[in-house]
């Protein structure tokens, strides 16, 4: 059974930062790319970082570019979103995500929330 659970979220003052863990479990975690998603109310949700199984290939939303450091430790099954200068638009739920993967199917965590506000 495919599980990724995230903790780390929180409330933070602007110029702050969080770090987000999210644990995998259920599969063969080196085999697949990961994802930080995040979704705020009335918003629709937005793919935050992406890294592939083996860390060649890493991308960021523009909006997080140059503040935001996603990784992941293999051995232990799990992917990292480092968040640094945050602001109060980053106020989201963020949450992990296994992307599809030809016939993998994609799952979700429950998501972990984030406060930006002084």
């Known amino acids: 059974q495919v599980q990724l659970v995230e903790s780390g979220g929180g409330s933070v003052q602007p110029g702050g930062s969080l770090r987000l863990s999210c644990v995998a479990s259920g599969f063969t975690f080196s085999n697949f790319a990961m994802r930080w998603y995040r979704q705020a109310p009335g918003k629709e949700r937005e793919l935050v970082a992406h890294i592939s199984p083996t860390n060649a290939t890493i991308d960021y939303s523009d909006s997080v570019r140059g503040r935001f450091t996603i990784s992941r430790d293999n051995g232990k099954s799990t992917v990292d979103l480092q968040m640094n200068v945050l602001k109060p638009d980053d106020t989201a739920v963020y949450l992990c995500?296994?992307?599809?993967?030809?016939?993998?199917?994609?799952?979700w965590g429950q998501g972990t929330q984030v406060t930006v506000s002084s």
């Open positions: 995500n296994r992307p599809q993967a030809g016939r993998w199917q994609e799952y």
